[in-house]
């Protein structure tokens, strides 16, 4: 299966707006306009060299690669803005939440929530109408996730990146997947036994799989195994 990218259902929003809305359409808000706020202005050259690391550690996507340019570059501004040290400091995320004391308690509950995420890969145990069965597969834990958007496109067995965020009722997916497509899944499952074993970084490990997967979608016709085991 290839890339997988949510839709938005609307446009970028200010960080710390007084949103009334669903919790989980706050959530997704939230990221946008840390998104938008962390990659405009003087914060402009910042997020130029984080998108610039973030290529080349998850690997270069081009804008004829088509669904797969616009799910990475999705990938890339969460990563920013949730993960990445903002300039020697925490994560936009975080910053935000210590430095600005004109949130509103909604926005400070939601970003706060927002700062929890975790991103991993998972694999798909059990479907059961909107609700999800995963484990952890960099981690061990179990999460039962809603999704709100269509689950056709999952399947029982799958192995995905993905990142789970509380939206305070529930565990909801982030707007962005990863999905390696099944021939090459026993080869990365032992990979990442041994990786784990090496004491290999879950970052790290993450990257790796994301390289291995533009390496599969642009040379397909290699076969998923050999590509994984980087023949």
Same mark, same amino acid.
């Given at each position: 299966?290839?890339?997988?990218?949510?839709?938005?259902?609307?446009?970028?929003?200010?960080?710390?707006?007084?949103?009334?809305?669903?919790?989980?359409?706050?959530?997704?808000?939230?990221?946008?306009?840390?998104?938008?706020?962390?990659?405009?202005?003087?914060?402009?050259?910042?997020?130029?060299?984080?998108?610039?690391?973030?290529? &080349?550690?998850?690997?270069?996507?081009?804008?004829?690669?088509?669904?797969?340019?616009?799910?990475?570059m999705?990938?890339?501004?969460?990563?920013?803005?949730?993960?990445?040290?903002?300039?020697?400091?925490?994560?936009?995320?975080?910053?935000?939440?210590?430095?600005?004391?004109?949130?509103?308690?909604?926005?400070?509950?939601?970003?706060?929530?927002?700062?929890?995420?975790?991103?991993?890969?998972?694999?798909?145990?059990q479907?059961?109408?909107?609700?999800?069965?995963?484990?952890?597969?960099?981690?061990?834990?179990?999460?039962?996730?809603? &999704?709100?958007?269509?689950?056709?496109?999952?399947?029982?067995?799958?192995?995905?990146?993905?990142?789970?965020?509380?939206?305070?009722?529930?565990?909801?997916?982030?707007?962005?997947?990863?999905?390696?497509?099944?021939?090459?899944?026993?080869?990365?499952?032992?990979?990442i036994?041994?990786?784990?074993?090496?004491?290999?970084?879950?970052?790290?490990?993450?990257?790796?799989?994301?390289?291995?997967?533009?390496?599969?979608?642009?040379?397909?016709?290699?076969?998923?195994?050999?590509?994984y085991?980087? &023949?």
């Open positions: 299966m290839s890339d997988r990218a949510a839709d938005h259902e609307s446009g970028p929003a200010r960080v710390g707006a007084g949103l009334r809305t669903r919790p989980s359409e706050a959530v997704h808000r939230q990221i946008e306009g840390l998104a938008e706020r962390y990659s405009a202005g003087e914060n402009q050259i910042e997020a130029m060299r984080a998108r610039e690391e973030y290529f &080349e550690r998850a690997g270069k996507v081009f804008d004829d690669d088509a669904e797969l340019f616009e799910n990475r999705a990938s890339f501004l969460e990563w920013y803005v949730l993960e990445r040290p903002f300039r020697g400091g925490p994560a936009p995320v975080v910053r935000i939440l210590e430095e600005d004391q004109a949130l509103s308690d909604d926005d400070r509950r939601t970003l706060s929530l927002v700062a929890a995420s975790h991103r991993s890969l998972f694999e798909l145990h479907i059961d109408d909107r609700s999800l069965d995963l484990e952890d597969v960099l981690g061990g834990a179990r999460f039962s996730v809603v &999704e709100r958007r269509n689950t056709i496109g999952f399947g029982r067995g799958d192995l995905f990146e993905a990142r789970v965020i509380s939206n305070g009722a529930a565990v909801i997916f982030g707007k962005t997947f990863i999905f390696h497509p099944a021939d090459a899944r026993e080869v990365a499952l032992d990979w036994d041994a990786a784990l074993d090496r004491g290999v970084a879950r970052e790290e490990i993450l990257f790796h799989l994301a390289r291995r997967h533009i390496r599969w979608h642009r040379f397909g016709h290699i076969g998923a195994a050999k590509i085991r980087g &023949e």
